[in-house]
């Protein structure tokens, strides 16, 4: 199976910072990354995915990128409604596999 | 707009069984792959199962194979999971997911609790 390294687990940050959290890839997966959000008490929503594009009504100032086996989720100016947990997940090969999650908090 | 509704949870005996329903509007449902994705109390996300558009291919991560089967109705817009030979580490929260475009999970259901115990 193919692991997802995500960090960090958690991460305190003030409004209008930038926010980056990562997730390593144990094998090459390519662009199959995908990017999902959780608000407390609430189902999952995506994000991002194929690395860089943005779902549907998700605001600018979320991004993604990567370099080789590393992805990159950044919050350009951390806003109140984007505390969280934030998890990665390939869909390069099943089992599709998850990130542990980065809980984001407001400073 | 995208719905996806699922039933059927509740508290269950170890080694009984369950079935999940998961009713989808607001777009084809025959179009789509469609999955299931676990959570644990306060853990985090574990994919369970897919199954194809027409439901003649499903796939299962390893813990849940020969004990979980995924199923659709197309013609009623529904996705099932029974799960039998149910294991107190089949406790979690079950969402429907579709799958979209690059293969990932564009829309979740509410969730439907599980819970194993005696």
């Known amino acids: 199976d193919i692991q997802m390294t995500q960090s960090p687990a958690s991460l305190s940050a003030s409004l209008e910072e930038i926010v980056t959290i990562t997730c390593q890839a144990s094998?090459?997966?390519?662009?199959?990354l995908a990017w999902y959000q959780q608000k407390p008490g609430k189902s999952p929503q995506l994000l991002i995915y194929?690395?860089?594009s943005l779902a549907d009504g998700v605001p600018s100032r979320f991004s993604g990128s990567r370099s080789g086996t590393q992805y990159s989720l950044k919050i350009s100016r951390l806003q109140v409604e984007d505390i969280g947990i934030y998890y990665c997940q390939q869909a390069s090969s099943t089992p599709w596999t998850f990130g542990g999650g980065t809980k984001l908090e407001l400073k | 707009e995208v719905q996806l509704v699922e039933s059927g949870g509740g508290l269950v005996q170890p080694g009984r069984s369950l079935k999940l329903s998961c009713a989808a509007s607001g777009f084809t449902f025959s179009n789509y792959y469609m999955a299931w994705v676990r959570q644990a109390p306060t853990k985090g996300l574990e994919w369970v199962a897919s199954i194809t558009n027409s439901g003649g291919s499903t796939y299962y991560r390893d813990s849940v194979k020969g004990r979980f089967t995924i199923s659709r109705d197309n013609a009623k817009s529904t996705l099932y999971l029974q799960m039998d030979s149910l294991r107190s580490e089949d406790t979690a929260t079950y969402y429907c997911t579709r799958i979209g475009y690059s293969e990932v999970m564009d829309a979740w259901g509410q969730g439907a609790s599980v819970t194993v115990s005696s």
């Open positions: 194929g690395t860089t």
């Open positions: 094998q090459n997966i390519g662009n199959w």
